[in-house]
Structures are given as C-alpha cells and as structure tokens.
C-alpha cells in the first residue's frame, strides 16, 4: 500500500469524527466514540508497522537524544504557551461567533478527570502520529518545506471543520508550531507533549 493511500485513510476517520460533534451531546457517549475512533487510527498505522508496510521513522516514533528531546520540548512549549495567551486573551473578542458543532465536555461528570488527562494523552499521540509523524514523512520530498508547514497545518486545522473560526485558526497556528521539532528530530515525542500541555490547559480554562 503506498504511503499517501495510507495517509488518506489514516485523516478520514478524524474528518468523519467531527460529525459527533454536530449530533451527539452527550458527553461520554461523545468520548466512547472518540476514543474509539483515535485507538482504530493507531491501532491501523501499528498493524502496517509490525508487517513492515511502514517504519518507525515514517510514523515519527524514534526517540531523540535526550538534549534535542528537552530543547525542541521546552522550546515549542514555550511558543505555544506564547500564542496560547495571544489567542485566548487579547484575540478572543475578535473571532467570528458561532460554530457547525460543539465538543459536549462536562467538567461536572465522572469522566472528566480520565477525559482531561488520559483522553488527551490519546488525542495528542493521535494527532501527532497522522499529522506530523505520518504526513510530514510522506510529504517532505514531494513539496517545498513551506508548502509542508502550510499543508501539515491546514489538514490538522480542517480536521476540526465543525468548530468555531477561533478553533479552526488556533489549530493551524499550533500545527505551524509543532512542524519544526518534528523535523529537526524526526520524532513527534516534543509535539506530542506540547500538545498534551496546551489541550490540558484549554480543558482547564
């Protein structure tokens, strides 16, 4: 299987979740099924992996050397904590309102300690796996390195499509963000924690 076919399938389940976010309201029925979606994803890029259809580099999955692990972690931490501010604070009053759907979170449920820490552990290794693991391999040779931050960014932000412009807007910033490390290592690890960080700390708002 050529590794764009596996790229398309592995972005289709999370173009397809975001139709949960326009009908369902229910909280952990929303969160069953986004768990189970994101755990296909990885459970589909992992079986290619062990039959050798793809690599551990192809998914972004190496361990970098432990400076370049912390320096490339700290410092895209600190640029998305940077925008994090930006965009919630001074920004906010000056998106446009309104949205296709909605995430139903419910700070006031059972599951929402396991959701805000352990769901997001999920969503982060998910999303980094496809969308800087996985796109940017199968991408850097085929485009420019700006036409690869600039389509790693605009896929993450459409995956996203049924909430509101500041959403849209603050992903593909993020994705724009995270490409750097990704590609100065060749692990998604330091995207991955910063991304864990910054969702954590929206959770939390």
Not at 71 to 98: C, D, H, N, Q, R
Not at 101 to 113: A, E, N, R, Y
Not at 164 to 188: C, E, Q
Request: net charge neutral; hydrophobic share 55%.
């Amino acid at each position: 299987m050529k590794k764009t076919n596996i790229l398309i399938l592995a972005y289709l389940p999370f173009f397809l979740n975001d139709f949960a976010n326009i009908s369902i309201s229910n909280y952990p029925t929303w969160a069953l099924l986004d768990y189970a979606i994101r755990l296909a994803i990885i459970i589909f890029l992992f079986v290619l992996l062990n039959r050798g259809t793809l690599t551990k580099a192809d998914l972004g999955l190496k361990l970098p050397a432990t400076r370049d692990l912390v320096l490339w972690t700290v410092g895209t931490v600190a640029v998305s904590m940077a925008f994090l501010y930006l965009s919630e604070f001074i920004l906010a009053p000056y998106y446009p309102k309104g949205a296709v759907g909605s995430v139903p979170i419910d700070v006031d449920s059972p599951i929402f300690l396991f959701d805000s820490t352990v769901g997001l552990v999920l969503v982060a290794f998910s999303e980094e796996l496809v969308c800087r693991g996985l796109t940017l391999s199968t991408l850097k040779d085929k485009m420019s390195t700006p036409a690869l931050y600039i389509t790693s960014a605009l896929l993450f932000s459409m995956m996203h499509w049924s909430l509101s412009t500041h959403t849209l807007f603050d992903a593909f910033i993020y994705g724009l963000i995270f490409v750097p490390a990704t590609l100065a290592t060749g692990s998604i690890w330091p995207a991955t924690a910063t991304h864990f960080l910054v969702n954590f700390v929206l959770y939390n708002m």
